[in-house]
């Protein structure tokens, strides 16, 4: 079997580039290579890196029996475990994924609307006028805080306190490319007591695992048939078999979304924020669509087709997720007229598939108009991955972006910091902006009247 063409590096410098600059390895890549290329990331297993849109779609068409998922097992299962949907595959993935689908669709979600916007509020009315701040702060602030109202029903209290703080700290332990080798490196993980990287990560997960499993106890002696948060709605389903979720399960798909569900859009967020205050006929343009807004029920503002666009090309210009869940080849397959042989590690490169040129004109610079210009295919544009492992919460990460750069923009005016450099970096398995206190409150924000013709 002929592997495509792989960078001309030592494999140990291919995966040091891929922690430090993932960026400037695909793109060096694809520029050397084409739309096929081959890093080697792991000791034995080969990763083949596919940016052509037939290539992504032949492989989320193919049939599960020759596909594999379970490739990202190795880098997520400390955090997230064994049964966390994200590392499971085959008949198990199928039952969780229809267990986990109900609470994050039609009016269930819906009813976290006004969580994210009085959330959203509280946060933003502690920035100080004309004081640079942290942006990402702030988001990961908002997106936590909704994220356990919203998957625990949990609002005030002590336990609500410890998660708010455990969360943060487990997840600042991979905040940089340094601190995110622990991940590549399982040499690494070794426990040298609380002091050391790998022993901090453990005692960080035992404290987070006893406060979920104590809330999960909680309800089962405690059930109350009134609520709504998602958790709540976990314990009550059943799959065919009228089978519940174990309290294992139900702990490792509460760390998933606690995990993926605000880390990812507290960077989309940021880097929305970025792109609105750093062009600005991209403000204006927003400002005129949510001026020109009248409705009474605060979810028609998510159909806005502006702050549609403008939410789509921020996930397209930086994809958080880099590349779709690895698939690993099981029985020979062909895609696009190359052969791979069991063994081989198949990823859709996200990034690249947003990079082209002959899909995206000027594929750098940041135009939500070509959102509003042009549908693009399911393997064209594919920022929550696809098939049948595309990101569960993606419906509710628009409904909470949309509903929090709303709020944002129509409470309070804010500008860039001049020569404030923000860059693409690696925060785990993610993409995110650098850090660093960019952005400026100038005062509130007066509403400027304007009919919807103007817009």
Not at 192 to 204: C, E, V, Y
Not at 419 to 439: C, D, E, F, M, Q
Request: glycine residues 6%.
């Amino acid at each position: 079997m002929q592997l495509p063409d792989s960078p001309k590096m030592p494999k140990f410098m291919q995966l040091l580039q891929w922690i430090s600059k993932p960026l400037q390895l695909m793109e060096a890549s694809t520029k050397a290579h084409g739309d096929f290329f081959t890093l080697w990331l792991t000791k034995k297993q080969p990763i083949v890196f596919l940016s052509h849109p037939q290539a992504v779609q032949e492989i989320f068409t193919t049939h599960l029996e020759k596909l594999d998922s379970r490739g990202t097992a190795q880098l997520l299962q400390p955090l997230l475990g064994d049964n966390s949907l994200l590392l499971l595959s085959g008949e198990t993935h199928q039952r969780q994924r229809k267990l986990l689908t109900p609470p994050f669709h039609g009016d269930r979600m819906k009813a976290y609307g006004d969580i994210i916007t009085n959330i959203t509020k509280d946060v933003i009315s502690n920035w100080q006028i004309d004081t640079p701040f942290s942006v990402r702060d702030s988001m990961q602030e908002i997106t936590l805080r909704v994220i356990l109202q919203a998957v625990f029903g949990l609002h005030e209290g002590e336990r609500y306190t410890q998660l708010q703080k455990g969360l943060f700290s487990i997840l600042e332990l991979t905040s940089s490319s340094l601190r995110s080798s622990l991940s590549f490196f399982p040499a690494l993980q070794i426990d040298l007591g609380r002091w050391s990287p790998w022993g901090n990560f453990l005692r960080q997960r035992k404290e987070i695992d006893r406060l979920l499993f104590a809330e999960i106890q909680e309800r089962r002696d405690h059930p109350d048939s009134s609520r709504s948060d998602i958790l709540s709605l976990m314990m009550s389903a059943r799959d065919e078999n009228g089978e519940a979720m174990t309290d294992a399960e139900l702990r490792d798909e509460l760390m998933t979304l606690l995990v993926a569900g605000h880390e990812t859009t507290a960077s989309a967020l940021t880097w929305a924020l970025y792109w609105i205050h750093h062009l600005p006929p991209v403000r204006e343009k927003l400002l005129a669509e949510l001026d020109s807004f009248h409705h009474a029920d605060l979810n028609e503002i998510t159909r806005l087709p502006y702050l549609t666009a403008v939410c789509q090309e921020t996930l397209r210009i930086y994809p958080i997720g880099m590349i779709t869940i690895p698939r690993i080849v099981k029985s020979p397959i062909e895609i696009m007229g190359h052969q791979f042989e069991p063994g081989t590690m198949l990823v859709g490169c996200i990034y690249l598939i947003h990079r082209r040129p002959d899909l995206y004109p000027q594929p750098e610079q940041f135009q939500p108009e070509r959102f509003l210009e042009k549908q693009y295919s399911l393997y064209e544009y594919l920022p929550f991955g696809g098939s049948n492992r595309r990101c569960l919460g993606m419906a509710f990460a628009l409904f909470e972006m949309k509903l929090v750069l709303a709020t944002v923009l129509s409470q309070i005016d804010l500008k860039l910091v001049a020569n404030y450099p923000v860059k693409p970096i690696r925060r785990g398995v993610t993409l995110a902006p650098s850090g660093g206190k960019w952005l400026i409150a100038t005062g509130e924000r007066e509403r400027v009247e304007r009919s919807a013709v103007e817009v």
